[in-house]
């Protein structure tokens, strides 16, 4: 038997003022955008927002649907949203919040399983890390340097030959 350890270093700020110019800026944006989810069964809003490395912003928000399966994670959205509009640009850094209607929203909380794996897509079509600001629309904040720590055994294109 082989045992081995996974682990990776990330950054954790009291809240938003600790952040450098360009991710408080993005950050920001994130949280005002929540309110443009469509959320009407879970009250959940998650907004993703993505700084583009050519200085250009796209947004993306969660969409849910009668039919739960229907509905898309804001990350997804969002990557969706680039490949569409920025289709041959790396995407830099995104912030993620989120605003719970139903209770409080003061904390940092990750992407699903699902959108680890489509973040970490992205990353590795470009070949490029993508930083991760993940917050909620107050308190701490999360910065992780590119989305592979968020998967570390992930499912990839190598894995299909």
């Known amino acids: 038997m082989m045992e081995k350890e996974y682990s990776f ?6 809240n ?3 952040l450098n110019d360009e ?3 993005l950050l920001q944006r994130a949280r005002a955008n929540t309110s443009n989810a469509y959320v009407p069964y879970s009250s959940f809003q998650v907004s993703a927002i993505a700084l583009m490395e050519n200085g250009e912003i796209v947004n993306g928000t969660n969409q849910e649907n009668a039919s739960y399966p229907v509905g898309i994670c804001a990350e997804r959205v969002l990557l969706s949203t680039i490949s569409s509009v920025q289709p041959n640009i790396a995407v830099k850094t995104i912030a993620i919040s ?5 209770g409080e929203s003061s904390r940092p909380v990750a992407p699903c ?3 680890r794996q489509a973040l970490l897509e992205q990353e590795n079509r470009f070949q ?5 600001i993940l917050s909620g629309m107050d308190g701490e904040v999360i910065i992780v340097q ?3 720590q968020l998967l570390p055994f992930n499912f990839s ?3 299909m030959l």
């Open 9 to 14: 270093t990330y950054q954790i700020f009291k």
């Open 16 to 18: 938003i003022d600790e």
């Open 23 to 25: 991710d408080k800026a």
């Open 98 to 102: 989120y605003h719970n209607l139903n």
């Open 113 to 115: 399983g699902m959108c």
């Open 128 to 132: 490029q890390p993508i930083k991760i």
């Open 146 to 148: 590119n989305a592979r």
């Open 157 to 159: 294109a190598e894995d």
